[in-house]
């Protein structure tokens, strides 16, 4: 899985890279947990991954609370998870995950760049085939742990054999079926693991490659769908640049 890795290692660094966008798209995840499971993050083990990828991601302690308490407010927003999938500039399968409350106005925006960038957005699960869908945790390694025996603990839930180690970062991240997210969730903290990061992700399953120029035209792209507030996530099966140069 050290392929999956690097991917997502290199699309992370490019969709988190804006410290405001990235507080936004993480208050709207904590509404929607609030909603469904409550604000106490003991009871809510969705919203206490979501504390631990705000950590992760240096949001301030206050803002984590505010979101909190604006989520249990009622004029909050009732957010849906809809998906958007088409194909942009130079063949390049382009996977759009957002959080909106307003669809009208969300596919729109998303059809707007599809357009301004000469792609064609096709319907929802058309191009689903292209990108595993899976449920991403990270953890601290703790000392002496065996990691097989982990993997073989967790193979009912669809957890992956390989695996991915951060030496330096003393972290260990595994993938495993995006159904199975709340129980190996708590599988992992009832065997005292500290999760630092929970997450869903789309790992494309064919990488394209493709020049300079194109990278450059369907990056572009990206930056502007993110752009929008709707937006929390856009995948593409573009070859990361370092495989490109490797």
């Not at 120029?213 to 369907?218: F, G, L, N, Q, S």
């Amino acid at each position: 899985m050290g392929r999956a890795f690097e991917y997502r290692k290199a699309t992370k660094m490019k969709r988190w890279g804006h410290m405001a966008r990235t507080f936004t798209k993480l208050g709207k995840q904590i509404a929607i947990a609030v909603k469904a499971g409550g604000p106490e993050p003991e009871n809510n083990p969705t919203l206490r991954a979501l504390i631990a990828n705000c950590k992760r991601e240096n949001m301030p302690k206050d803002n984590v609370d505010r979101a909190i308490k604006n989520a249990m407010g009622k004029d909050q927003s009732d957010y849906k998870d809809v998906t958007y999938e088409g194909y942009g500039p130079h063949g390049i399968a382009v996977f759009v995950d957002t959080l909106t409350d307003n669809t009208t106005r969300t596919v729109a925006d998303v059809r707007s760049i599809f357009n301004k960038f000469s792609g064609n957005l096709g319907t929802q699960g058309s191009l689903s085939f292209l990108f595993d869908h899976k449920c991403v945790f990270t953890f601290k390694k703790k000392d002496g742990i065996d990691m097989d025996e982990l993997i073989l603990d967790l193979i009912d839930y669809g957890v992956e054999d390989e695996y991915d180690e951060d030496e330096e970062a003393g972290e260990v991240t595994i993938y495993g079926s995006p159904t199975s997210f709340s129980d190996i969730q708590k599988h992992l903290e009832a065997d005292g693991f500290e999760v630092t990061g929970a997450e869903f992700t789309r790992i494309p399953n064919d990488l394209k490659a493709v020049t300079p120029e194109e990278r450059a035209t369907i990056e572009k792209m990206v930056d502007k769908l993110e752009e929008f507030e709707d937006v929390q996530t856009v995948y593409t099966n573009m070859m990361p640049e370092e495989d490109t140069e490797a």
